[in-house]
Structures are given as structure tokens and as C-alpha cells.
T-cell receptor, first 114, second 113 residues
Framework: DTGVSQNPRHKITKRGQNVTFRCDPI?????LYWYRQTLGQGPEFLTY????????KSRLLSDRFSAERPKGSFSTLEIQRTEQGDSAMYLCASTLSGSGYEQYFGPGTRLTVT | EDQVTQSPEALRLQEGESSSLNCSYTVSGLRGLFWYRQDPGKGPEFLFTLYSAGEEKEKERLKATLTKKESFLHITAPKPEDSATYLC??????????????FGTGTLLAVQP
């Protein structure tokens, strides 16, 4: 069990550019979550997958954000036309349905939009 | 609206000085309450899950308790390595309506030697 991994760990981009992050969950975990965390705040839910199906999206999630989990394993989160307000830590978590509700988090991707 | 409030925002303790962190919640059907530890620049690390009022769980110097309105994280004889932000989160909703975690803003704990 190698834990949840995320790449890249850090990303600096200019406003208006597109960025994509990757998350590899704990193997055999069928549920995958994306959260966003800004300084001094707790993580805020963005979206959730069970296997390859995206089952829930936050109402706060802009149309510029899209997430996929094509084969029910790794997931990608893309932000189009980045804005300075998108600067945050993007966290991925995974869990196995039926095993309890705890979610295990990855190290996060720190996005800075200049 | 489901809500989680943590207090205090920050806490400074001397090594060995025991204390408690509070997490109060308002949810429509609690499915689970979670405590996480987060070190600077890292993702949250899972500590405990509590499911029903009266439940308690322990791990080393940490003990988590749950009532119908709040949870406490008791830290006994803390050490400097216990310094971190402690996050509380709830999972709410009947019948599996949602699987998301709703987090509080955390308590920043600093333990001085």
C-alpha cells in the first residue's frame, strides 16, 4: 500500500493558462474525491467518483473545472483559463466503499497562478 | 445547512500540558465524524472516525470523544512533535445521499519544549 499520490506537487502558471493535475488513489479504492484548500481554511469538496462515474459535484465548481476518471483508477482535474483565485492546494482522497467512511488523502498539488 | 466549527483557532501549550480541542457540528443526519492531523504543506492524515454519541477512540496521546452536538480531541502530555493543525470533518446525509466531508477550519496547535 503506497498511499495516494498526486502529481505534480507544485505548479506555477500564468493567468489564463490551462493546468491538469493527476491523482493515483490507493489501489483497489473505488471512491475518489477532489478537494481544494486555501490558507487557513479546511479542505472544501469539489467532486467525487465511484469507479469511473462522477456522482457528485460541488455547486461552487466553476465550468472551468473538469475532472475525469476514465478507467476507474487514476483521476485528472483540469482547470481551464486559470484565475488568481484558483491559487490553492488541490487535494485528492480515496476510500473503499463498505470499509467505513474514512478518506485517505494524498500530499496535494500546490497551484500558484501569477 | 451542515456546518462544522472548531475552537480555539490556535493553541499554544508547554510540553506535558494537557488540553482539549473542540469541534461542534450541525448536520442533517451524522454518518461519521473524523479527526485529521495536517502538517504544513502536506495532506491531512487520518486519525479517528466516530460514528455515534458516547463513542471514544484513543491513539497514543490522543483521545477523541463524541456527543450529539460536539466532539473533543483530548491531548495528554503533548510533545513538540504533536504540533500541527488538527481538522475535524463530518459526513452527513441519510441513505448515502452524499459522501463528501465537510471540514472545519482547524485548530493550529503549537507545543513548546
Amino acid at each position: 500500500d503506497t498511499g495516494v499520490s498526486q502529481n505534480p506537487r507544485h505548479k506555477i502558471t500564468k493567468r489564463g493558462q490551462n493546468v491538469t493535475f493527476r491523482c493515483d488513489p490507493i489501489s483497489e479504492h473505488n471512491r475518489l474525491y477532489w478537494y481544494r484548500q486555501t490558507l487557513g481554511q479546511g479542505p472544501e469538496f469539489l467532486t467525487y467518483f465511484q469507479n469511473e462515474a462522477q456522482l457528485e459535484k460541488s455547486r461552487l465548481l466553476s465550468d472551468r473545472f473538469s475532472a475525469e476518471r476514465p478507467k476507474g483508477s487514476f483521476s485528472t482535474l483540469e482547470i481551464q483559463r486559470t484565475e488568481q483565485g484558483d491559487s490553492a492546494m488541490y487535494l485528492c482522497a480515496s476510500t473503499l466503499s463498505g470499509s467505513g467512511y474514512e478518506q485517505y488523502f494524498g500530499p496535494g498539488t500546490r497551484l500558484t497562478v501569477t | 445547512e451542515d456546518q462544522v466549527t472548531q475552537s480555539p483557532e490556535a493553541l499554544r501549550l508547554q510540553e506535558g500540558e494537557s488540553s482539549s480541542l473542540n469541534c461542534s457540528y450541525t448536520v442533517s443526519g451524522l454518518r461519521g465524524l473524523f479527526w485529521y492531523r495536517q502538517d504544513p504543506g502536506k495532506g491531512p492524515e487520518f486519525l479517528f472516525t466516530l460514528y455515534s454519541a458516547g463513542e471514544e477512540k484513543e491513539k497514543e496521546r490522543l483521545k477523541a470523544t463524541l456527543t450529539k452536538k460536539e466532539s473533543f480531541l483530548h491531548i495528554t502530555a503533548p510533545k513538540p512533535e504533536d504540533s500541527a493543525t488538527y481538522l475535524c470533518a463530518v459526513q452527513a446525509g441519510y441513505g448515502g445521499a452524499t459522501n463528501k466531508l465537510i471540514f472545519g477550519t482547524g485548530t493550529l496547535l503549537a507545543v513548546q519544549p
